[in-house]
C-alpha cells in the first residue's frame, strides 16, 4: 500500500512537471511569436529600417553654416550621423512600421524626420522631406501599387527619378570634351530627381525640396536633354570638379529656359555640393568615389 501510494504520488508529480513543462514552452513560443510580430525598433534590424539621410554628416565643431542638400544654408554640425538618428529613432519608438506599404512608408520617413529634428538639425539638412513629399504624392495615384512594387524598402519616386537619366554615362567611358554632338548627351546631362509634371497642369504641386512648384514642372527628362543640346556645341564630360559643376549649371540653365524652376529638381541642392568641394583640400579624393554626374549630395 505504502509503495503504491508513493508511486501514484510520484505519478502525480510527474504530470504535474510535464504540464507546467509543456505550458512553460507554449508561453515561451507565444512570446517569441509575439516578439517576432513586435521586431520593432529593438530587434537590431533598425538600420536597415530608418531611410538614408540623403547628405554627408555634419561636423560636430563646426560653428558656420552650410549649404545643405536642397540649396538652403543649414548648421555646420547638421545633419547627425546615420547612427546618431538610427539610435534616436529606435529610443523613441519601440515599434518601428517594416512594412512595405505605402503608409508604412511615409510613417519611417516621418519618425526620421522627427528624430533629426530632435538632434537639433532642420529637415533642410536631408533629402527626406522631397523624398517623403513624393510618397505622400502616391495617396491619390490610382497607379501607386504598381508604383510600389517597383521601390525597394525605403526607395521614393523622387530617388528612383534620381537614379535614371545619366546613368549610362560611366559606361561610356566618355573623356575629354565630347559634346553635345558626338551622341552622348543623354549620358552626360545630370538626371533632374523628381518625376516630370503634367504638361497640362495647371495647379502647383510640393516638389523635391518642398516647395511648391508649378504643377507642369520639371520638364522630362528628353525635353531637357535636347533643350542642353540646343544651347551647348560642346557639353563638358569630364570628371573634373569644374566639368562636373558646369554640366549641373548648363542643366539648370536649360531647365529655366523651359520655364521651370530649380526648385522643381533637385540639381540645385546637389550642383552645391560640388561648389563646396572648391574649398576642400581633399575634393580629388572625393571626386574619384564619385560617378560621373553622382555628387557628395547624391
Not at 534590424?45 to 538614408?52: E, G, R
Not at 533629402?127 to 501599387?145: E, H, P
Request: net charge positive.
Amino acid at each position: 500500500m505504502y509503495r503504491r501510494g508513493v508511486s501514484s504520488r510520484t505519478r502525480k508529480l510527474v504530470i504535474a512537471g510535464a504540464a507546467a513543462a509543456l505550458l512553460g514552452s507554449a508561453l515561451a513560443v507565444g512570446t517569441g511569436m509575439s516578439q517576432a510580430a513586435e521586431s520593432g525598433a529593438g530587434s537590431g534590424n533598425i538600420d536597415a529600417l530608418v531611410p538614408a539621410l540623403g547628405f554627408s554628416p555634419g561636423n560636430p565643431n563646426a560653428t558656420a553654416d552650410r549649404v545643405g542638400p536642397t540649396g538652403v544654408k543649414v548648421p555646420g554640425r547638421c545633419p547627425p550621423t546615420q547612427a546618431q538618428v538610427n539610435a534616436q529613432v529606435a529610443l523613441k519608438n519601440a515599434n518601428f512600421p517594416s512594412g512595405t506599404d505605402l503608409e508604412s512608408r511615409i510613417q519611417r520617413f516621418e519618425k526620421t524626420l522627427s528624430a533629426i529634428q530632435d538632434l537639433k538639425c532642420p529637415a533642410s539638412s536631408t533629402t527626406l522631406l522631397g523624398r517623403l513629399n513624393s510618397l505622400t504624392a502616391l495617396r491619390t495615384n490610382a497607379n501607386r501599387d504598381n508604383i510600389l512594387r517597383g521601390l525597394g524598402l525605403n526607395e521614393t519616386p523622387a530617388d528612383k527619378a534620381a537614379a535614371t537619366g545619366s546613368g549610362d554615362a560611366a559606361a561610356s567611358g566618355a573623356t575629354g570634351n565630347a559634346g553635345a554632338g558626338s551622341g552622348n548627351i543623354n549620358a552626360l546631362v545630370p538626371a533632374l530627381g523628381f518625376s516630370p509634371g503634367n504638361p497640362n497642369a495647371t495647379a502647383d504641386r510640393v516638389g523635391p525640396t518642398g516647395v511648391k512648384v508649378p504643377g507642369r514642372c520639371p520638364p522630362t527628362q528628353a525635353q531637357v536633354n535636347a533643350q542642353v543640346a540646343l544651347k551647348n556645341a560642346n557639353f563638358p564630360s569630364g570628371t573634373d570638379l569644374e566639368s562636373r559643376i558646369q554640366r549641373f549649371e548648363k542643366t539648370l540653365s536649360a531647365i529655366q529656359d523651359l520655364k521651370c524652376p530649380a526648385s522643381s529638381t533637385t540639381l540645385l541642392g546637389r550642383l552645391n555640393s560640388l561648389t563646396a568641394l572648391r574649398g576642400n583640400a581633399n575634393r580629388d579624393n572625393i571626386l574619384r568615389g564619385l560617378g560621373l554626374n553622382e555628387t557628395p549630395a547624391g
